[in-house]
């Protein structure tokens, strides 16, 4: 997907991320973004910085660590697997903080096949690194403003110091490394004993070389994907859809981005016992009841962004940003799948965006939201169907599902929707 790859650097100032100027050499395909911002070098002896050099630098190491320096088996006591997909594997671990974290777990950069797909090379796997942690990054501000909550302060009356867009509703990234050498025996034995109780579709990590590199994402947990979790009725899921609903929204006046790919897997939910979710949208806060369920947006693999170079330009008109995107337009597997609502989609966002994936489309977005309420209503877990609250609410979800697709983006769902006029004051 990504061709011709070229790397040039120059030194910035430090309200500039070089390393997103490098990306969108890496991840934008026009020959007019590939090269420039190398300003003159004079001595030819210096280094051009690779992709790998990139990575690290997100990672913020010098050089990839051993992986079972990295991930001793005392540190991987309390382990376990609990999914995978054909990217690699996931694990639930207990950090020494005595946090749960998963543990993602992605070959790149090597020849070998995994799962039956090429790897990833590094300038593929940054994007998204960078994407997940500037969506993580959007939950920075959320703890401060609802501390000003606590205190008793009214929305009219907060103190947002200039803040546009913040939720934290996407997955929080905890760390990211670079790491290589063998699988440790700890996982594989993990890896063994998942395939034994439930079966593994993907290949054994044994397989692959001594010398084989991996990242590593520590993420929060986050609980059980919308798929497998079992809401007390109606009214819980509705709140969690709005939850979603205002995190697209969030991200899309943020970085003008696109998840692509929210199927149900990709919608997690962990019990809460906050009342509300706190989302600052065009600098307005807006607080949506939780109802014992916080929902996190996950796996940004097809996603698409434009970030900011420069911070300090980052709400300016005409300032420069570059769009980082996985370019679809020759995956035909992905279009040809029939059997669920979630491959209609995908061909949808295909026929919305002209086969063009660096385009900002944000209609996907709408698109996956329907996808999510049809499913709401025809497909989730309820323990209680009987009850009036139920019904009343399964009914706000069909009307929200007959009516979503006529909004342009989530944003304008959110924010012009007679629905949502009690959370914006």
Known sequence: MLSNIKIRVRFLSEDCDDTLIELSKLSIADPEHEVTVLEKVEDESVRVPSALDYVLRRCNQTEPTLFDECYPDTVLKNCRKI??????????WRASDGRARVMKVVPVGGSTRVNGEPQKDFAEIIAEIVIAMELSALRAPIALIDQQFDEGKDIDTLDLHTIENACNTFNQVLA????????PSRLLDLWDLYDECKG???DNPAVLPPDQHYIVLELAYAG???ESYIFNNAEQAYYLFVQVAFALAVAEESYQFEHRDLHWGNVLIASSDEKYCTFVLRGRTRRV????????????????VSLPVCADSAGAAGA??????????TDDSLFSAVGDYQFDVYRLMKKKLGNEWKNFEPYTNTLWLHYIVEKMTTAVHYKRTNTKIHKTFITKLSNIKNRILEYGSAAEFVLTDNEFSMLTN
């Open 83 to 92: 999914g995978e997909g054909v990217y690699g594997e996931v694990f639930l």
């Open 176 to 183: 990211v490394r670079c790491v290589y050498g063998s699988y």
């Open 200 to 202: 593994s579709e993907n």
């Open 224 to 226: 059980q994907d919308l």
């Open 289 to 304: 009841p939780v109802h014992g369920a916080h929902a996190t947006i996950i796996d940004y693999s097809l996603s698409r």
């Open 320 to 329: 420069e940003r570059i769009t980082l995107y996985n370019d679809l337009s």
